[in-house]
């Protein structure tokens, strides 16, 4: 009998320590179970972040340039490798960038909820050029705000209300947007049919060359989408 229990006690110990190990183990951000794939092209990798509520990640490192847009509003547990955790609230449509030359960013969280942590990363799979074409901005107008602006990527945030239109508004490629809210939208450009697409939360949209649109919202709800342009 004595010698089972040290056996029991022994396999115990060893199931222990490799708890221990995998909740130290770091992968890179896109193999991270719960941080998928979606996209993969010659200037991104576009990964989609989905989280249910009480559920953790494993340790996961950021080592490229990375704009990302929340989806929805939760708190985050997150801890940064080697520190203690703290929480952090999450704003739905807020538009973020981490800078590979900051040095790579190790952490992980829990999602405290309310409900599922959406959100969309985009890493910069190119080199920062060694000198960039810069675009002027765009005119600002209704429903039209540049919210993140550097030397690698310029987004707006676009918002169309029920019934009215933005635009026209020219892209510059290649770009990528996604969606915040559900809804559908229709793109009017000059010389062309009428594009209506479906819209839904953390769905996205790649585009090589740069296009020139007005966007209408024939619903009965506002809608709200980021366009992330590549410089």
Do not use: C
């Amino acid at each position: 009998m004595r010698s089972l229990a040290i056996v029991a006690a022994s396999l115990l110990l060893v199931a222990g320590i490799a708890r221990a190990q995998d909740d130290d183990h770091v992968v890179p951000a896109h193999e991270e179970p719960r941080h998928v794939p979606k996209l993969v092209n010659e200037w991104v990798r576009v990964v989609d972040v989905a989280i249910p509520e009480g559920e953790r990640t494993l340790y996961h490192a950021h080592s490229l340039d990375y704009p990302y847009l929340m989806v929805t509003s939760v708190t985050l547990q997150n801890q940064v490798y080697g520190q203690e955790p703290k929480d952090v609230k999450i704003e739905r449509g807020f538009v973020g960038y981490y800078r590979a030359v900051q040095g790579t960013y190790t952490h992980r969280f829990i999602n405290r909820g309310p409900g599922v942590f959406r959100a969309i990363g985009i890493e910069l799979l190119n080199n920062a050029p060694a000198s960039v074409t810069v675009n002027a901005p765009l005119p600002e107008m209704p429903g039209l705000a540049t919210v993140l602006d550097n030397e690698r990527v310029r987004a707006w945030r676009v918002t169309v209300a029920p019934g009215k239109s933005v635009g026209p508004v020219t892209i510059p490629g290649p770009s990528l947007r996604v969606a915040v809210d559900a809804g559908t939208i229709v793109e009017r450009a000059e010389g062309k049919p009428d594009s209506t697409t479906a819209l839904v939360p953390a769905g996205f949209a790649f585009r090589e060359q740069s296009y020139t649109a007005t966007f209408t919202n024939p619903g009965d709800t506002p809608i709200e989408f980021v366009e992330f342009a590549l410089k």
